[in-house]
């Protein structure tokens, strides 16, 4: 560890606080006591998110950073129980498009035949799986052997 010596002026009050500060802490040295000062303070001052070691771009980089993760979280968790009902209650499957959007590929069936269906996952919503069988479930299952 390199030191650099530097030479500070003290009144008579400062003098005092310092030589307090020793008789109180045990420490040997006035440098004892004034690292620990300067640690004190600068934890102190982190507290706040004050870094002078931190520029303001990296500051503002930072702060955009954390908001886009949390859009993206909250997004996820907003998109989670959508994609479980095309999965799990439609028989779908979840398919991501090249611009980045998701689309659920599922069938309604009636009582003839099937037929695709693909929606945005942000629609996938309970009205859909009352949907999935026209008329109704038992009616087509029982029209259509090939479904069950």
Do not use: W
């Not at 600068?42 to 990296?58: L, V």
């Not at 090249?98 to 069938?107: E, Q, R, S």
């Not at 009582?111 to 695709?116: C, E, G, L, Q």
């Amino acid at each position: 560890m390199k030191f650099t010596r530097k030479t500070f002026l003290c009144t008579e009050k400062q003098m005092f606080m310092l030589e307090n500060l020793k008789n109180e802490h045990g420490a040997k040295t006035y440098t004892t006591i004034f690292d620990m000062a300067l640690s004190a303070l600068y934890k102190k001052s982190m507290i706040y998110g004050r870094d002078p070691f931190t520029s303001e771009d990296e500051k503002l980089t930072k702060r955009v950073e954390e908001k886009v993760k949390t859009k993206e979280i909250a997004k996820a968790l907003k998109e989670q129980p959508k994609i479980d009902r095309c999965i799990n209650e439609l028989g779908g499957v979840v398919v991501e498009n090249p611009d980045g959007t998701k689309v659920c590929n599922y069938f309604t069936h009636d009582v003839n035949k099937s037929y695709p269906q693909t929606v945005l996952i942000q629609q996938c919503g309970e009205y859909l799986v009352e949907k999935v069988y026209m008329p109704d479930k038992e009616t087509v299952l029982s029209a259509r052997k090939d479904l069950k």
